[in-house]
């Protein structure tokens, strides 16, 4: 791996451009969060689940989903790429300004991210980003997870920061709070199986 070496440092944007391509991770306060190994099949196939209903439901309209992996730059006032010391990839976002988006990142928060919650990951989903998230002005962050099937929704409100999560099962339909016609249909990103004791077992 290139340039990364000690578990110590801490790093940026311009570090995590010159590692292996095989390198998978994020940037959190400058620390580097492995991302490796790959994401199981079945979180792959919920968050693309996932997008695939955004992307149909939102052609046309001004604002527009994005799946993993897409770079995200956040808390970057001074707007120099290379400085950036928050680089991280929502499994799924929508972002309704197309001006942050470049070829190589996204330039500040999106409007709305889902994270598929795994055991390698769930620590950090549910609290150094959700930290991050509302610190960084996301509107409105969901954390699923695709095993239980439990939907935790945090949504921004005027004083900047989260209110209390709204707890629910992922059944039926959950439409966006930041776009309350598009309805995520659950039948369809579980097709409608009930997982296995063993499922609620293992690695998701």
């Known amino acids: 791996m290139t340039a990364l070496r000690k578990l110590t440092e801490t790093y940026t944007y311009a570090d995590y451009l010159t590692w292996d391509d095989e390198v998978r991770g994020e940037l959190i306060e400058g620390v580097f969060y492995d991302m490796t190994p790959a994401p199981s099949f079945r979180h792959q196939d919920v968050a693309g689940g996932v997008y695939a209903q955004l992307r149909t439901k939102l052609r046309g309209k001004p604002c527009k989903p994005y799946v993993s992996p897409v770079d995200v730059l956040l ?5 120099e790429d290379g400085k950036a010391r928050n ?17 190589k990142a996204m330039r500040g928060p999106p409007d709305w991210a889902l994270e598929v919650l795994s055991p390698s990951t769930s620590r950090k989903d549910q ?6 998230y509302e610190r960084a002005g996301v509107r409105e962050y969901w954390l699923l997870h695709p ?25 039926g339909s959950t439409a966006l709070g930041i776009l309350p016609e598009v309805l995520i249909d659950w039948a369809e990103i579980f097709d409608d199986e009930a997982p296995t004791p063993d499922e609620r077992s293992t690695d998701a």
Request: charged share 35%; glycine share 4%; proline share 4%.
């Open 75 to 79: 808390l970057n006032e001074d707007r």
């Open 87 to 103: 680089v991280v990839q929502p499994d799924v976002l929508i972002v309704c300004d197309r001006s942050k988006v470049t070829d």
């Open 127 to 132: 609290i150094k980003k959700l930290d991050l």
């Open 147 to 171: 095993v239980e099937r439990v939907l935790t929704v945090y949504t921004r409100i005027d004083d900047g920061r989260y209110g209390r999560p709204q707890v629910l099962e992922a059944i």
